[in-house]
């Protein structure tokens, strides 16, 4: 498709332009191809009258007869067998881009993503996405960047990021959101303690860690404590899920984490999850893309693998 896309140097004169239709050029070419009227007419399943108007509309606008009559039948001028092989070349091009799509193989494809994440979302999907890019596509790459909300839509516009995974919120009319999975928050200690469930009284007694992408010391906990008139000790905040873990298996600090990440550095830490002493809210977890990325195969593909991959937490 070199012909249509090195072009970015001439100028557009669209008001020619408008003056030609995408249905001229087709009579054009079959035209010049068949040298008649009535094949021409019998292959784009049009009347005579129809194909002969457009021959007449194509004789004012270029200024040649196009076809001409000799002693046996018609024949296309020389003008027009000059121009035929730069329409033919037009009309593939424009089939090509508009109408015809790559197949896309993941077994065969070679390409890199870039998906913009928490490491709590790259550790509840990670897992299960590498073993389909391992499997299914062995020359699909991901590249998990830097996870920042106020500028991960600006990236997603420019171009610099694929996709942005992360709690929904607000997105301009560009941008296409899909819910992933729905989540909840538990309580996290040490596994070293005796309780099986952790009071308001014994919660707000101890002291806290926060994840918080706010590089601050108050979240979603703390307003519904405020709320009662009640808060809590909160001595470390973070912006990193993963290393929370690690932090509680060596303290007595409690922490609130998501549900699924939370099970499963439970299970491989020894360390004890329940239910939070307030009301918490839960939270759905979205992928969102730019439209223009909407359809295309490749990016379908890794949008169904993110999806799939949620179905077996």
């Not at 021409?40 to 194509?58: D, G, H």
């Not at 973070?238 to 984490?257: G, K, R, Y």
Request: proline fraction near 3%.
């Amino acid at each position: 498709m070199s012909s249509i896309w090195n072009v970015s140097s001439v100028t557009i004169d669209y008001t020619n332009l408008r003056k030609l239709d995408l249905n001229l050029l087709l009579a054009l070419d079959v035209l010049i191809e068949e040298n008649s009227v009535t094949k021409a007419a019998e292959k784009l399943n049009m009347s005579q009258s129809a194909m002969s108007y457009s021959l007449k509309r194509l004789r004012s606008l270029l200024d040649d007869p196009i076809l001409v009559r000799t002693s046996r039948d018609m024949e296309a001028t020389p003008y027009a067998r000059e121009i035929s092989v730069a329409i033919r070349q037009i009309l593939t091009d424009i089939q090509t881009a508009l109408l015809e799509r790559d197949s896309f193989d993941p077994n065969t494809a070679r390409e890199d993503f870039r998906i913009a994440a928490s490491d709590y979302v790259e550790a509840t999907l990670g897992c299960d996405l590498l073993n389909r890019l391992i499997h299914q596509a062995p020359g699909i790459r991901v590249r998990l960047s830097n996870f920042n909300r106020e500028t991960a839509l600006d990236a997603l516009d420019n171009g610099s990021i694929d996709l942005f995974i992360d709690v929904a919120q607000p997105c301009k009319s560009w941008h296409v959101q899909q819910e992933l999975y729905h989540e909840e928050f538990v309580c996290i200690v040490n596994g070293d303690m005796t309780m099986t469930e952790i009071s308001l009284t014994d919660y707000l007694e101890r002291s806290h860690i926060l994840v918080s992408m706010q590089d601050d010391f108050q979240g979603a906990v703390d307003q519904a404590l405020e709320q009662q008139q009640q808060i809590r000790n909160v001595i470390w905040s973070t912006a990193h899920f993963m290393t929370v873990p690690f932090l509680i298996a060596n303290s007595d600090c409690v922490a609130l984490l998501p549900k699924r990440m939370a099970q499963k550095c439970a299970q491989s830490m020894g360390l004890k999850l329940l239910d939070p002493p307030l009301d918490m809210k839960g939270f759905a977890i979205v992928m969102v893309w730019h439209q223009r990325n909407n359809n295309l195969p490749q990016h379908q593909w890794l949008r169904h693998q993110l999806f799939e991959a949620t179905q077996t937490l």
